[in-house]
């Protein structure tokens, strides 16, 4: 599995994310600075990592939608390529429309950061095919802008379509819509989530249930 993590201004999860993903594949990743024009040849996988993008000025992911590399991105999408935004990543796919809705304010306008347990609703995607169906993974959040919105329409053609891939389990931690926490685009190689899966890779975290979402993108490459 040959990976990109894409970074930008503000970036804070970059080198744990590198970290996740060479542990998993046994390839370091090509780390690509946000202003590049291109990406590397054959890439299986990208990966938006968290952080505040350009210090979250305007809103959150706003600017990183006008980055030199969004382009690329973007082509790579239409190709077929799978892409993973956590937190400020999934912030800027919304952003840059590759995936659907707004994520807003969250409900106590506060920065929530906890570890938060997380509902797997599809695990027929490339992001979660070694999870079970409705199996439960305790993941970190850290955030202050995860609070999700799709209008109804929107709303039932995700379910319809099995789009919401993560549900937070109980009450919503920021107030997101039917407890969304991580969805897909039509297509299924796309993965916005807000939970933080590289943050509790291994027992020396804290616990290992985020490295289900890797093993998952690396099985979907054997």
Request: hydrophobic share 35%; charged share 25%; glycine share 8%.
């Given at each position: 599995m040959k990976s990109a993590v894409i970074v930008f201004p503000g970036s804070n999860c970059d080198r744990d994310v590198a970290v996740a993903l060479e542990k998993t594949s046994g390839k370091k990743p090509d780390m690509v600075w946000h202003g590049e024009n291109s990406l590397p040849p054959g890439l299986d996988l990208i990966v938006l990592p968290g952080g505040f993008s350009y210090g979250d000025y305007l809103r959150c992911g706003a600017i990183a939608n006008f980055a030199n590399i969004m382009p690329s991105i973007k082509a790579f999408v239409d190709k077929g390529g799978l892409v993973l935004g956590i937190c400020n990543g999934f912030q800027i796919l919304v952003e840059s429309h590759l995936l659907p809705g707004a994520l807003m304010r969250n409900k106590g306008l506060k920065?929530?950061?906890?570890?938060?347990?997380?509902?797997t609703e599809n695990?027929?995607?490339a992001f979660t095919k070694k999870c079970d169906k409705g199996q439960v993974l305790r993941v970190p959040i850290a955030h202050h802008d995860g609070n999700y919105y799709i209008d109804a329409e929107m709303h039932k053609s995700m379910n319809d379509n099995g789009q919401i891939t993560f549900r937070y389990v109980g009450e919503s931690p920021n107030g997101a819509l039917d407890n969304i926490a991580g969805?897909?685009?039509?297509?299924?190689?796309?993965?916005?989530?807000?939970?933080h899966p590289e943050r509790l890779f291994e027992p020396a975290l804290g616990g290992s249930d985020g490295k289900f979402i890797f093993d998952s993108l690396l099985s979907q490459f054997r």
């Open positions: 920065f929530v950061c906890k570890d938060v347990e997380i509902r695990n027929q995607t969805i897909t685009n039509k297509k299924g190689n796309v993965l916005g989530m807000m939970p």
